[in-house]
C-alpha cells in the first residue's frame, strides 16, 4: 500500500526529459515518468501496446471479462431480498457500534460509511440521466442531435440539486422517491428531506439508552457526499421524528454552507437556471 | 494532430494522465508535439491555466462537455473540456501537426481541411472529441463503482488505461 | 435430482411472491463499502479482513435461517446432500440474493462438495486492489461461507466453508467448498462474538 505505485507510470513525450522540475505544478508525479527500457518506446506513443500491463500484477480470467466489460445499466433494475440488506446493515452497524463511543461518533461514522457512496453516485445518476447512457459503448452512431449534451445537466442551483436527491437519488436506492421536501421556515440554508419509512431503521431496534441514535445517518451521509460532491457543501444529519403512523419517520436535515447561499443568490440575479 | 488528455480531480491534482496521436486517416498514433522536448511540461502547464476558464464557466452551464475552452497560440494548443457532476475535469489539449511528417505526409492532401487530424475547431473534430470525452465519461464511471477507489486518488487500473488508449484510436 | 428440482421451483416461488424486494445496487454498494472499510481499518491485513468477513457472515447466517424456515415452509432437510441443494443452492442463496449457484464435485462420502457462482450481485462493480497482494489473500465474498456456517449451525450441522477460486483473482470460476464436519444434535450454538 505505501510508498509510491509503480504502476502509476505516465507516458511521456520525451524521455530524456523526465526529470525535468515542475514548480508550478508540484503534484505531477514528475518523478515516475516512465524508465522502464523494456517497452518504452510503446509507452512513450501510449499507443501499440494494447496490452501494456505496466508494472500491475492483477490478473483477469481467461474470458478477460473486467468491470469495464460490464454495461453500467445491467443490475440497474435488479432487485435483492430486502432481508439481505437488513442483516448486511445490521452487521456493519453492530461492527460500527464496537469501534465507537456513544452517539454521536456512531452517527458520524455511519455517516462517513455513506458519504463516499454519494461522491460516488452523482456521476452514476448523470450517466444514467444522461441521453446517451445506454448506447455509448453499443454504437458509433455519430448522431449529432445533442451537441452540448453527451451525459445530462449538473445542478447548477439548490431546486434542481434537491430534486436531484428526492427524484433521482432515492429512487435508484429505495425504488422510491422521498415522501417530502420543505425549507426550514426559520433558516433559509435549511432544506428537509422526509422519509417516513427509511430502510435502514426497519429492521434495527435500537437499544433505549441510545434511542437519539439514528442509523438512518448512513442514507444522511450518502445526501451529503451527493451535495459536496457537486459543490454544495453542506452538513447532512438525520433525525428521528416518529409519529403514530411513521414510527420510523426520519427527517433528513440539510444545512448548507454560507458561500453556497451567496453563489446561489448571484446565479439567480445572472438568470442561471 | 497530437492530445494530451488528463483527469484533473476537484483539488487539481492529476489523477490520470495519456498522450498519444491522431489515428485517423492513417495517423500512426505518436503524439508529435511542436514543443518538442518540453512538450510534456507546457502541456501541463497549459492545461492547469485552462482550470481557470473552466471555472469562469461551470456555474453558468449546467453542461458536462463545454466544448472547447481555451487555447494556447503559441503551440496553436486547444483545450476542450468535459466536466463531471463531482467536479472532475477531462481536459484534452489538442495540437495540430507543424509539418507533414513522413508516414501520414503522402496522405495528406487528400485529408480534406476539416478532418479531425488535421483541424483542431472543426464541427468534426468537436464530434469526435465529444464522442471520447462521453466513452471516457462511462469508464470513469466504472472505476468510480469500485469499492476499492478511492475518491481523489491516482487511476491505476491498467483496464482503465488500455480502455482511454481504445477511445482516443477509436475517435480521434 | 428430483429435489434439486423441487427446491428450484420452492425458491423461485418463495422469491417471486413472499420476499420484500430492495434494489440490488443499494445492496452491492453496501457490501463493498462494508469491505472497503474492513480494509481500511485492518491496515489492509487481508486475513483478518476475511476473518471479520466470515464471522459477519456468521451472524448473518444464524438469523437468516429463522426467516428461511419460515418463508420456504419446508421442514429440515434429511442429509447432507439434501441440505445441499435446499439450504445452499436453490433456496438460501435463491431467496436471499437471488442466485442459483451450482451444487457439484461431490466426494464419494457425501460429506463435501462445491457451489460454483455464475453470478455473484456483490463482487458486480470489484476490481482488486493492484497491490500484488489482495489476489492472493482476500476473498472478497467470504461473508458467503459465515452464512452457511451459521445458517447449518442452526439446523445442527457443523461445516466448514471456504473459497478456493474467486473470478476477482483472476480465476475462471468462483468456487466455494463445503464440508461436513459433523451433526451437532441438540448443541446450544456457540454465542457469537
Known amino acids: 500500500m505505501a510508498g509510491a505505485p509503480p504502476g502509476h507510470t505516465i507516458p511521456s513525450y520525451a524521455a530524456s526529459h523526465a526529470g525535468s522540475p515542475s514548480r508550478h505544478m508540484s503534484q505531477y508525479p514528475s518523478t515516475t515518468v516512465t524508465t522502464t527500457t523494456t517497452s518504452s518506446s510503446a509507452l512513450v506513443s501510449g499507443t501499440p501496446a494494447p496490452t501494456s500491463t505496466l508494472s500491475s500484477t492483477l490478473r483477469y480470467p481467461s474470458t478477460r471479462k473486467t468491470i469495464y466489460d460490464r454495461n453500467l445499466n445491467r443490475s440497474r433494475n435488479a432487485e435483492l431480498s430486502r432481508s439481505s440488506f437488513a442483516y448486511l446493515f445490521m452487521e456493519m452497524v453492530s461492527y460500527a457500534h464496537r469501534r465507537v463511543k456513544g452517539i454521536q461518533d456512531f452517527e458520524k461514522r455511519l455517516n462517513e460509511q455513506g458519504y463516499p457512496l454519494g461522491l460516488k453516485l452523482l456521476d452514476l445518476l448523470l450517466y444514467r440521466a444522461g441521453p446517451g447512457a445506454s448506447s455509448t459503448s453499443l454504437t458509433s452512431s455519430s448522431s449529432t442531435s445533442s451537441s452540448g449534451g453527451g451525459a445530462a445537466h449538473r445542478p447548477l442551483r439548490l431546486l434542481p440539486l434537491l430534486t436531484l436527491l428526492t427524484t433521482k437519488l432515492y429512487p435508484l436506492l429505495f425504488s422510491r422517491p422521498a415522501d417530502s421536501l420543505e425549507q426550514s421556515t426559520t433558516n433559509p440554508a435549511e432544506y428537509m428531506i422526509i422519509d417516513n419509512t427509511p430502510l435502514t431503521n426497519q429492521y434495527i431496534s435500537v437499544p433505549k439508552e441510545m434511542n437519539q441514535l439514528s442509523v438512518a445517518a448512513y442514507i444522511a451521509g450518502i445526501i451529503e457526499g451527493v451535495c459536496d460532491g457537486a459543490g454544495f457543501e453542506c452538513k447532512a444529519s438525520a433525525h428521528n421524528t416518529g409519529t403514530d403512523v411513521w414510527p420510523n419517520r426520519t427527517v433528513f436535515l440539510i444545512r448548507f454552507e454560507d458561500h453556497v447561499l451567496e453563489r446561489e443568490k448571484e446565479l439567480e440575479r445572472q438568470g442561471v437556471k | ?172 | 435430482m428430483a429435489s434439486g428440482q423441487k427446491a428450484a421451483r420452492v425458491g423461485e416461488e418463495v422469491w417471486k411472491t413472499r420476499v420484500d424486494k430492495v434494489n440490488a445496487e443499494l445492496v452491492t454498494l453496501t457490501y463493498g463499502t462494508v469491505v472497503a472499510q474492513l480494509c481500511t481499518d485492518y491496515e489492509y491485513d487481508y486475513v483478518q479482513v476475511n476473518q471479520q468477513l466470515d464471522k459477519m457472515g456468521y451472524n448473518i447466517g444464524m438469523r437468516l435461517i429463522e426467516d428461511f424456515l419460515a418463508k420456504s415452509n419446508i421442514g429440515r432437510c434429511g442429509n447432507f446432500r439434501d441440505t445441499a441443494e435446499m439450504i445452499s443452492k436453490k433456496v438460501g442463496f435463491k431467496i436471499f440474493l437471488n442466485i442459483t449457484p451450482t451444487v457439484t464435485n461431490w466426494t464419494a462420502d457425501n460429506k463435501q462438495f462445491s457451489l460454483l457462482f455464475d453470478e455473484n450481485p456483490l463482487a458486480d462493480f470489484v476490481e482488486l486492489p493492484d497491490d500484488g497482494r489482495a489476489q492472493d489473500e482476500l476473498w472478497f465474498s467470504n461473508i458467503f461461507c459465515g452464512i452457511l456456517r451459521g445458517a447449518l449451525e442452526m439446523v445442527q450441522m457443523s461445516i466448514e466453508a471456504r473459497f478456493v477460486s474467486d473470478v476477482l483473482r483472476g480465476n475462471d470460476v468462483t468456487e466455494m467448498r463445503v464440508t461436513l464436519l459433523r451433526y451437532t444434535e441438540d448443541e446450544m450454538p456457540p454465542d457469537d462474538e
Not at chain 2, 481555451?70 to 496553436?76: G, I, L, R, S
Not at chain 2, 478532418?115 to 469508464?139: D, G, Y
Not at chain 2, 475518491?151 to 484510436?169: C, D, Y
Open chain 2, 1 to 172: 494532430m497530437s492530445y494530451y488528455f488528463v483527469i484533473i480531480s476537484p483539488t487539481d491534482t492529476p489523477l490520470f494522465e495519456l498522450t498519444f496521436g491522431t489515428s485517423k486517416a492513417g495517423g500512426d498514433g505518436v503524439a508529435r508535439f511542436r514543443n518538442g522536448e518540453t512538450a510534456r511540461y507546457m502541456n501541463q502547464f497549459i492545461v492547469h491555466a485552462a482550470l481557470d476558464v473552466v471555472e469562469e464557466v461551470q456555474w453558468l452551464s449546467p453542461n458536462m462537455w463545454l466544448k472547447v475552452i481555451d487555447n494556447y497560440a503559441p503551440t496553436n494548443s486547444h483545450i476542450s473540456c468535459f466536466i463531471t457532476g463531482t467536479n472532475v475535469r477531462f481536459m484534452l489539449l489538442h495540437q495540430p501537426s507543424a509539418i507533414t511528417n513522413a508516414s501520414a505526409g503522402s496522405r495528406s492532401s487528400t485529408i480534406s481541411s476539416t478532418s479531425v487530424p488535421q483541424n483542431p475547431t472543426s464541427p468534426q473534430t468537436e464530434e469526435a472529441i465529444r464522442q471520447f470525452m462521453t466513452e471516457v465519461f462511462e469508464l470513469w464511471v466504472k472505476t468510480l463503482m469500485n469499492p476499492f477507489y478511492t475518491i481523489g486518488k491516482p487511476i491505476k487500473s491498467p483496464v482503465f488505461r488500455q480502455r482511454v488508449v481504445g477511445a482516443g484510436r477509436k475517435w480521434l
